[in-house]
Every structure is written in structure tokens, then in C-alpha cells.
């Protein structure tokens, strides 16, 4: 069945420190793959999204890039602030098996000065 | 612009008894989701509403939890005779899209169950 395999962390870098987490994911159709982010007593926000294979979403100086070929979507940054502290989860949508999404187990990220 | 609301956000409740949660789409949005999400993990899927229609519900929902969503806009989730292991965070999501459409889900901030 489908699933997303994040790594793990939690994850701790100095601000303006390069920034990936990975992701892997397994599914049966074609996906859609997503990352969410949730700040600290916050709900679930998109972070940035990618529909079909070597499309790159990006926002906020994220980006990610679907990979099919090695099923990935890597999230990275260039330089982190104190501000990015929060949980990243990776997602996946495949129409083939439903509309639910399918989550990762959520990576914790801490920016320090 | 108004987002996904939850209410309660917080509730506290003893083993056995019953728990009803409302969730309050983006209106424009046909699709509404509801997951669980405990410690330490990513949200799980435990059903999904197109309007009024429940199109899918997850085996992790056991029979003593229904949802509604009768006039296709809010919706509610209700637990009965709650157990300890019940204790998560209730998310709701809402999207806009048709038949075989990838879409953006949009969370709401949760509803965070203990049941003691």
C-alpha cells in the first residue's frame, strides 16, 4: 500500500545552516506529494506541493523536488532561521487508492542562534 | 479568509463516556477529512466526505465512532463509550476538487482529546 518514510529526528542546526530532510514514499498510482509544516501549538499548514514527476515546489526559501526514479521529495533549505522551528511532515495524495492523504511520522526541527 | 475551525480545541473526559467534536470547513470546500493524530506520529486517515456523502472510512475507525455531515457543510465526529487509547489529536481538513483531482487539503488546528 501507499506510504511516506521520513527521516528521523528530532533535527538541531545553528541558523543559517543548510537544511534536508528526507523523504521517500511508496505508492501504487502517481501521487501527489506534499509538505506540511506545523509550528508549535499550531495547526497542520502547507508548506509547498509538487503533482508530477521532476516538478519542484518551493516557498518560503523551501524547496522540493518529485524525483520518481529514487520515489523522493526531499525537503531543503539554504539557510535556516530560529523562525523554522516547528514539525515538517511529508505527504502523499494518490487518487488511485483514495483522497486520504498519507503522512510521515514528522520530523522536529530546532533553529538555534 | 476564513480557515478550518475546530471546537472544542481542548476536551477532557473520563473512560466511558460519549464525545462529540464540530468541524467547520472553509465553505467553498466540498471535500471534508477527519484524522487522528497521536504523539510522536504523523496524522492517520479515518474518513473523508464528499457533501453530505461519507465516501470512506479507514479500519482504524471502530463502530463506536460515526461521523456526520448532514447538510454537507459542517461536520461532526462523535466517540462513544471513550477509551484511554482513544486520547489524540481529532484533525479535520477541508479541500475543493472533483473526481480523480489531486488536492490541497487545508488543516484545521485540532481538537486535543485525554480521556482519563
Known amino acids: 500500500g501507499d506510504s511516506v518514510t521520513q527521516m528521523e529526528g528530532p533535527v538541531t542546526l545553528s541558523e543559517e545552516a543548510f537544511l534536508t530532510i528526507n523523504c521517500t514514499y511508496t505508492?501504487?498510482?502517481?501521487?501527489?506529494l506534499f509538505w506540511y509544516v506545523q509550528y508549535p501549538g499550531e495547526g497542520l499548514q502547507l508548506l509547498l506541493k509538487?503533482?508530477?514527476?521532476?516538478d519542484k515546489g518551493s516557498n518560503k526559501g523551501f524547496e522540493a523536488t518529485y524525483r520518481k526514479e529514487t520515489t523522493s521529495f526531499h525537503l531543503e533549505k539554504g539557510s535556516v532561521q530560529v523562525s523554522d522551528s516547528a514539525v515538517y511532515f511529508c505527504?502523499?495524495?494518490?487518487?488511485?487508492?483514495?483522497?486520504?492523504?498519507?503522512f510521515g511520522t514528522g520530523t522536529s526541527l530546532t533553529v538555534i542562534p | 479568509d476564513t480557515g478550518v475551525s475546530q471546537n472544542p480545541r481542548h476536551k477532557i473526559t473520563k473512560r466511558g463516556q460519549n464525545v462529540t467534536f464540530r468541524c467547520d470547513p472553509i465553505?467553498?470546500?466540498?471535500?471534508l477529512y477527519w484524522y487522528r493524530q497521536t504523539l510522536g506520529q504523523g496524522p492517520e486517515f479515518l474518513t473523508y466526505?464528499?457533501?453530505?456523502?461519507?465516501?470512506?472510512k479507514s479500519r482504524l475507525l471502530s463502530d463506536r465512532f460515526s461521523a456526520e455531515r448532514p447538510k454537507g457543510s459542517f461536520s461532526t465526529l462523535e466517540i462513544q463509550r471513550t477509551e484511554q487509547g482513544d486520547s489524540a489529536m481529532y484533525l479535520c481538513?477541508?479541500?475543493?476538487?472533483?473526481?480523480?483531482?489531486?488536492?490541497?487539503?487545508?488543516f484545521g488546528p485540532g481538537t486535543r482529546l485525554l480521556v482519563l
Open positions: 509538487a503533482t508530477k514527476a521532476d
Open positions: 505527504a502523499l495524495s494518490d487518487p488511485d487508492t483514495g483522497n486520504q492523504f498519507y
Open positions: 505508492a501504487t498510482g502517481y501521487p501527489s
Open positions: 465553505s467553498e470546500h466540498n471535500r
Open positions: 466526505f464528499q457533501n453530505e456523502a461519507q465516501l470512506e
Open positions: 481538513a477541508s479541500s475543493l476538487g472533483d473526481r480523480g483531482q489531486q488536492e490541497t487539503q487545508y
